[in-house]
């Protein structure tokens, strides 16, 4: 197999996943931004874990990695706003939860009320991958809200307007530009809870 052909069979993982909203509160602040890199990391059905990805450069990180938790919420195909809403811009910039109905659930964390689902999370473990952190979480509380299916990342690029599409790929763009200079800067330093 080549590169090119491993990439093409990683990307599946990507292009595929939900769209997911992450939400965190650290320091009386509460903050959230889209992410496609979940998945389940457990075969024990009792006790639910997930590996969720989160970019380092993104303002939700410095939260959850301060806070030790977060929410993860699996959004509907009509809920393409919000992925504008806590995808195309920075909290540290901009307050995304005007207008945004939320509650603080048990880890402190919000949860959006208007979802397909969520799942209130607390951070086990993690491990650096040089641009981002792969957090290890327990699942501590959550419910579906809405049921029928979620919205993926391929539902986002069929439903979206092209003007969001085209702000979505410069974004992108500047994005794999400040993870080029980190990626392969993993520090192996174990992960101290």
């Given at each position: 197999m080549s590169k090119e052909e491993g990439s093409a069979v990683?990307?599946?993982?990507?292009?595929?996943?939900?769209?997911?909203?992450?939400?965190?509160a650290w320091e009386g602040k509460v903050n959230g931004q889209i992410a496609v890199t979940a998945v389940t990391s457990s075969i024990v059905h009792e006790i639910p874990r997930l590996l969720v990805g989160i970019w380092k450069a993104n303002y939700t990180h410095e939260f959850i990695?301060?806070?030790?938790?977060?929410?993860i919420h699996l959004l509907r195909r009509d809920q393409i706003s919000l992925v504008k809403n806590f995808g195309f811009y920075t909290g540290r910039e901009r307050e995304k939860f005007e207008n945004i109905e939320h509650k603080l659930g048990v880890t402190g964390s919000p949860i959006l009320e208007d979802a397909h689902s969520y799942a209130e999370c607390r951070v086990i473990n993690a491990m650096d991958g040089g641009d981002m952190t792969a957090f290890l979480v327990s699942v501590v509380d959550g419910k579906i809200l809405n049921a029928g299916p979620w919205m993926?990342?391929?539902?986002?690029?069929?439903?979206?307007?092209?003007?969001?599409?085209?702000?979505?790929?410069?974004?992108?763009?500047r994005s794999v530009s400040f993870s080029m200079?980190?990626?392969?800067?993993?520090n192996y330093t174990p992960w101290e809870p």
């Open positions: 990683a990307g599946a993982f990507w292009s595929n996943s939900p769209v997911i909203a992450i939400t965190s990695t301060n806070s030790k938790a977060f929410t993926t990342l391929n539902d986002f690029y069929t439903d979206a307007p092209p003007e969001w599409i085209a702000e979505y790929g410069e974004k992108l763009t200079d980190k990626i392969h800067n993993i």
